[in-house]
T-cell receptor, first 109, second 116 residues
Framework: DAKTTQPNSMESNEEEPVHLPCNHS???????IHWYRQLPSQGPEYVIH???SNVNNRMASLAIAEDRKSSTLILHRATLRDAAVYYC??????????FGTGTSLTVIP | SAVISQKPSRDICQRGTSLTIQCQVD?????MFWYRQQPGQSLTLIAT?????????ESGFVIDKFPISRPNLTFSTLTVSNMSPEDSSIYLC?????????????FGPGTRLTVL
């Protein structure tokens, strides 16, 4: 069973913000939350990660719930190049990754 | 970051045969991982491969079916043995890589396997 659950698909208009949710109710105190995205015919690539506090980088923001049982990846202005499958991942004790079900993001011009 | 390559990029195989997938990294890395991505699905971790020790397999995956070698710090192989059509998937290797004080993973491009 996946350790994280995500909506199968979402749509966004170009230039608008996108909020991608993830539930990880069984997260342990030491599990980091990572987000990766996968473009067609490519391996996943890093987007952002966090533990407890909200995080920002040049690609996105990560909002983590106070109880850490859910998180939200925020793309501030979606572009056509952001169309991909976004995975919410919990990192295990020896740095192994357990991928969620993934959300396929469609960006509408 | 490191550059990761996989061979073959794709293959079509007959039922009952075996295929060995190679993963080559242009830098020395301690930990490598192998994943399976079934059609239209997410990635599932098969095993963790450290150089100099036996691979650690996740639940549902066994060494007889997916033997892994890790002969040095830049190379690993995954063999898919006695294949059936259910083994048709993309197989990806990844490496543990430290950037900015955090451990991330970089992924290879994947090997697309079709079993007839």
């Amino acid at each position: 069973d996946a350790k994280t659950t995500q909506p199968n698909s979402m749509e966004s208009n170009e230039e608008e913000p996108v909020h991608l949710p993830c539930n990880h109710s069984t997260i342990s105190g030491t599990d980091y939350i990572h987000w990766y995205r996968q473009l067609p015919s490519q391996g996943p690539e890093y987007v952002i990660h966090g533990l407890t506090s909200n995080v920002n980088n040049r690609m996105a923001s990560l909002a983590i719930a106070e109880d850490r049982k859910s998180s939200t990846l925020i793309l501030h202005r979606a572009t056509l190049r952001d169309a991909a499958v976004y995975y919410c991942i919990l990192r295990g004790p020896i740095d192994q990754f357990y991928f969620g079900t993934g959300t396929s993001l469609t960006v509408i011009p | 970051s490191a550059v990761i390559s996989q061979k073959p990029s794709r293959d079509i195989c007959q039922r009952g045969t075996s295929l060995t997938i190679q993963c080559q990294v242009d830098s020395q890395v301690t930990m490598m991982f192998w994943y399976r991505q079934q059609p239209g699905q997410s990635l599932t971790l098969i095993a963790t491969a450290n150089q100099g020790s036996e691979a650690t397999y996740e639940s549902g995956f066994v060494i007889d079916k997916f033997p892994i070698s890790r002969p040095n710090l830049t190379f690993s192989t995954l063999t898919v043995s006695n294949m059936s059509p259910e083994d048709s998937s993309i197989y990806l290797c990844s490496i543990k890589w430290q950037t900015g004080g955090m451990n991330e993973q970089f992924f290879g491009p994947g090997t697309r396997l079709t079993v007839l």
